[in-house]
């Protein structure tokens, strides 16, 4: 497949300043394949709400890398996914990459609908990342010193958002990944109290956990401005996907590329050095 891409024909990376899509973007450049990003905040804009923005994003592309924002688990998104790929295939679309989440309902919906397409597709279906504790809206609070999350002892296998753009990388320019589901996750469980301990140890620095009911935890994302939907979309996901149904190991990273994924502890060094969390 990596040999079949032309000028005339890219690559489309959806969601390409995010945590996933800005790093499968930047290996597809790396490597010389032609390529085209597109976001919410990008010119020409891609919304996933506004089909009209779809179209010009789809000429003259070959294969897709689908990374649904905010999230897959959104009510409705079966529909959005329904026309989206229907267009692609309309307008020559051969391969679909779908970046999906475990244990989500709509999701799940969302993947057969890319299944029954009729072109060649791949899934990659990602435990939660750990990037959310450096790049999303957890961030500021590890600044803080204080993480209070609404959820208990349920046991996460965070994945690094480089070890899935590595797995959406190799299915969209190698066939022998064709129709293949790839649930991918870190390669051991840990609870979030844990995950701060171990950020906090690669940092040198004193971070807090403490758990909080929903609605309070609500009331703190309300206070740093984080938008309605994504409020919601977190409330969903610590309430109804945290509750012990992801709580095991998957081998989707050393399926498709034949190594192990990285562990949260080298995440977690690997961004400290960055300074990242520097205060």
Excluded at 75 to 91: I, R, S
Excluded at 182 to 210: N, S
Excluded at 234 to 240: K, P, R
């Amino acid at each position: 497949m990596s040999n079949t891409t032309t000028e005339h024909k890219q690559i489309l990376v959806t969601g390409s300043t995010g945590k996933t899509g800005r790093r499968v973007l930047q290996r597809l450049l790396d490597r010389g394949i032609p390529v085209r990003g597109v976001s919410g905040s990008g010119n020409p804009r891609f919304d996933w709400n506004d089909p009209a923005t779809w179209e010009k994003a789809l000429n003259n592309i070959r294969y897709v890398y689908i990374s649904y924002y905010p999230d897959l688990a959104v009510p409705g998104t079966g529909k959005v996914m329904e026309a989206f790929t229907k267009m692609a295939v309309e307008k020559g679309v051969q391969k679909l990459v779908l970046l999906s989440g475990r244990g989500e309902e709509e999701a799940q919906v969302c993947e057969k609908v890319v299944m029954n397409t009729g072109v060649d597709w791949s899934i990659v279906r990602a435990s939660w990342f750990c990037q959310n504790f450096s790049e999303g809206s957890w961030l500021e609070p590890i600044l803080a010193g204080h993480m209070p999350l609404p959820v208990g002892d349920i046991g996460e296998p965070f994945i690094d958002a480089d070890d899935i753009a590595d797995v959406a990388v190799a299915a969209l320019t190698d066939e022998k990944h064709n129709k293949k589901l790839y649930e991918v996750t870190g390669p051991r469980l840990l609870t979030f109290e844990e995950a701060i301990k171990e950020i906090a140890r690669a940092t040198g620095r004193k971070i807090t956990f403490e758990r909080v009911p929903i609605d309070a935890y609500s009331a703190i994302l309300a206070d740093y401005g984080l938008p309605k939907d994504v409020i919601w979309l977190v409330t969903y996901l610590f309430t109804e996907v945290l509750d012990g149904r992801n709580e095991s190991i998957a081998d989707g990273v050393q399926q498709a590329l034949g190594r192990k994924p990285n562990d949260f502890s080298e995440f977690a060094r690997k961004t400290a050095a960055s300074g990242v969390w520097a205060q």
